[in-house]
């Protein structure tokens, strides 16, 4: 399963130059843990932060001009940091699997001539088997939609951008003349029709590029979750579909198909469930004669079932966590924002845990990312897997892991929860 070993995030709102894990310009970095929380008062980027990798997934599927308008960001000025007039960026270290060697993604979005966003870098990067040390080969190297791109999985130049600046132009006109090119020379020169679309949407399209389309599929993979309880009310037309959407809305299509099409690990985990959720017995589904879904409740204390329209939005939320974790094909990254809103806070350890089960099991669950400010979820966590957001005097915020204080990961060992640490302002700067 692919993982994220880091990333970094540069000019997005708060976030003025933020990193997270190992880069491939910080080795010395340990990298993210299967399961990731960041903490932090209100105000301090949260939100933000998980709106980053919603954006950039945002990028992928319909262009940045796009992505910049959607989920009421309200344009490129309003997203990019104030009193900046640098370009957004964003970085992405990861792994295919645990033996690859980590890939790394960049990527600056700015304004052209007209003031309208577009992708003014792009660039794809790994070391060669057998490569521990320094800079990693590029394979695909795009500036203003124009650039080379390497076909297979070896190939690559590498550009050493500290002690020179990359000339793309004398690049691509070497590559014409058939000078300079290293290996096989499997090289494409690539000129995007449309500068607001990444060249990974493009390229990754393409059988010669496989670690860009494998790239793609990632960043496709993702599931940003926007679950509203309203919405898992609603009542879908009956039909089974194999993956919870972000909102929530297809609930009752998913238990159809686990329900058709894995009868016997459904009833198991329907039972696991329902011992999860208080008083709840059973669960299960019913079609209307006008061809919609209900999904039902039963309540151990009466005989007849619940519609998930008189449910509560904690007993619906927490329910809607727990089957996206039994996935038969998870994605390979779940990203959740403050999933402890609604829920009793003595289910928020046990959702905790079922987090870190499903991102640290053998058969390769996702990584997850969450957000919180909830003391009972973040007694679950180990320092390691968290991340504490705060914001500077400037305005900006700041970020680092809760482990890296000696205090805290001292009196973690000896047992006192970290929630409670936090609680007590432990985990604040001082």
């Known amino acids: 399963m692919a993982k994220i070993e880091g990333f970094r995030i540069r000019n997005f709102r708060v976030l003025r130059d933020i990193a997270l894990g190992k880069l491939w310009n910080l080795q010395q970095a340990e990298p993210l843990t299967p399961m990731t929380a960041v903490i932090g008062k209100n105000g301090v980027g949260k939100s933000t932060l998980f709106d980053a990798f919603g954006f950039l997934a945002d990028c992928l599927k319909s262009g940045v001009e796009e992505a910049c308008d959607s989920r009421g960001r309200g344009g ?49 990067r790994q070391r060669r088997k057998g490569q521990k040390h320094g800079w990693p080969f590029s394979f695909l190297i795009l500036n203003d939609g124009k650039g080379v791109a390497w076909k297979g999985d070896t190939e690559g130049r590498q550009i050493d951008e500290e002690n020179r600046p990359l000339d793309l132009t004398g690049l691509i006109e070497s590559i014409r003349k058939g000078e300079d090119v290293e290996e096989s020379g499997e090289t494409e020169i690539v000129e995007l029709e449309d500068k607001r679309r990444l060249g990974i949407s493009t390229l990754g399209a393409l059988k010669q590029h496989p670690r860009i389309s494998a790239f793609r599929r990632f960043i496709e993979g993702w599931y940003l979750s926007y679950f509203t309880p309203d919405a898992a009310r609603g009542l879908p037309l009956a039909g089974p579909q194999k993956h919870l959407n972000i909102h929530g ?87 959740i924002e403050e999933p402890e809103n609604g829920l009793y806070h003595k289910l928020l350890e046990t959702l905790a845990r079922e987090f870190r089960e499903h991102a640290t099991g053998r058969k390769g669950g996702s990584q997850v990312l969450i957000t919180t400010h909830q003391p009972y979820f973040v007694d679950a966590l180990e320092a390691k897997e968290v991340w504490v957001l705060e914001k500077g005097d400037d305005g900006f915020s700041t970020i680092r892991k809760a482990s890296e204080d000696p205090i805290v990961k001292n009196m973690v060992d000896e047992g006192i929860p970290l929630g409670g640490l936090w609680y007590s302002d432990y985990l604040d700067a001082r």
């Open 76 to 124: 490129y000025e309003r997203i990019r940091a104030r009193g900046t007039r640098e370009p957004i960026e964003f970085a992405v270290y990861y792994k295919e699997d645990g033996n690859a060697r980590p890939i790394t993604y960049e990527v600056s979005i700015d304004l052209d001539t007209n003031g309208r966003p577009y992708v003014q870098r792009e660039r794809l």
């Open 249 to 335: 809305d297809n609930l009752g299509n998913v238990v159809q198909f686990m329900e058709r099409e894995h009868p016997k690990r459904f009833r198991a985990i329907l039972g696991g469930i329902s011992e999860k959720i208080p008083g709840i017995d059973k669960i299960d589904t019913e079609k209307t004669p006008d061809g919609r879904l209900l999904l039902r409740f039963n309540d151990k204390g009466f005989e007849d079932p619940f519609y998930s329209q008189q449910m509560s939005d904690g007993t619906l939320k927490i329910f809607a966590y727990l089957l996206l974790l039994q996935d038969p094909s998870p994605p390979p990254f779940l990203c």
